[in-house]
């Protein structure tokens, strides 16, 4: 109950953080409240559409659920922005294609 209020106070006071939202779905899926935790799920998207691990948490619930077409469905897209976001990350340079980079991001 006190994650509950936490979470929704955090979520007033910032909605557009997607994280936040994903992190209340999946509390109020691991409660039982699919329906609920839907509800969250799409918030999460609406807030932040190319974060890959809402949709895989979410896909993650409806295959609890026993929706195991819609779980696909959302796993595929969740792995499709994961990797968008991971080759993204690691650009060539176009002039030295072979070059490494000796830092991180």
């Known amino acids: 109950e006190r994650a509950r209020e936490l979470f929704g106070r955090a979520v007033q006071a910032d909605g557009s953080r997607g994280w936040l939202w994903r992190s209340l ?13 839907r ?4 918030r999460a998207v609406n807030a932040e559409p190319r974060e890959g691990d809402t949709w895989m948490a979410w896909s993650q619930l409806e295959e609890a659920m026993g929706n195991h077409e819609r779980a696909r469905f959302y796993a595929k ?13 690691h650009r060539t340079d176009p002039a030295r294609p072979l070059a490494r980079r000796w830092f991180r991001d």
């Open 25 to 37: 779905a999946v509390l109020e899926g691991a409660h039982g409240d699919a329906w609920l935790a």
């Open 39 to 42: 509800h969250y799920f799409a």
């Open 77 to 89: 897209r969740g792995l499709e922005l994961k990797a968008v976001s991971t080759l993204s990350r």
